[in-house]
């Protein structure tokens, strides 16, 4: 597995940054989480409130323990949510249950991490991640644009 690299963390959070300037977002909270599920970076904006960095987390984390976005996580504790509890009780990180994070995926489909963002609507969160890991030179799970078949 080929871990992601401090520089490279804090390009894909810069670009993130900079879509949701572009867009004209409320403050935002961005982490970034490594293969192994341990923080390689975190920012937040000025005026983002007190407990984003938890919410940040949760969603990358959750993205990172079930293989896709955190979107699709939250679809999967709406079909099965016995499975999602439980899970939930295994995990020695927090699952929080909201779009936001999306895998960082490598040249070759590897997941090198996780990027999870709080601050604005799920899907203004998503578009900024999409940015950042594109910009960055890293790729996306497009199976989440086609529903979820696991």
Not at 12 to 23: K, N, S, T
Not at 27 to 37: Q, Y
Not at 108 to 119: C, D, K, L, S
Request: charged content about 25%; glycine content about 12%.
């Amino acid at each position: 597995m080929r871990a992601i690299t401090l520089d490279q963390a804090n390009a894909i959070i810069d670009g993130a940054f900079a879509r949701a300037q572009e867009l004209n977002l409320k403050p935002l909270s961005i982490i970034l989480l490594d293969a192994g599920g341990r923080v390689k970076a975190f920012q937040k904006q000025d005026g983002s409130a007190l407990l984003r960095f938890e919410i940040a987390y949760g969603k990358a984390f959750a993205a990172l323990g079930m293989g896709r976005s955190s979107k699709l996580v939250l679809q999967k504790y709406r079909d099965k949510p016995k499975f999602m509890e439980n899970l939930e009780k295994l995990s020695d990180g927090p699952i929080f249950l909201e779009g936001g994070a999306q895998l960082i995926l490598d040249e070759h489909g590897e997941v090198v991490g996780a990027v999870g963002i709080t601050g604005d609507s799920n899907e203004m969160d998503d578009e900024c991640a999409f940015a950042g890991i594109r910009g960055a030179g890293f790729h996306v799970d497009e199976n989440q644009y086609k529903g979820d078949n696991s």
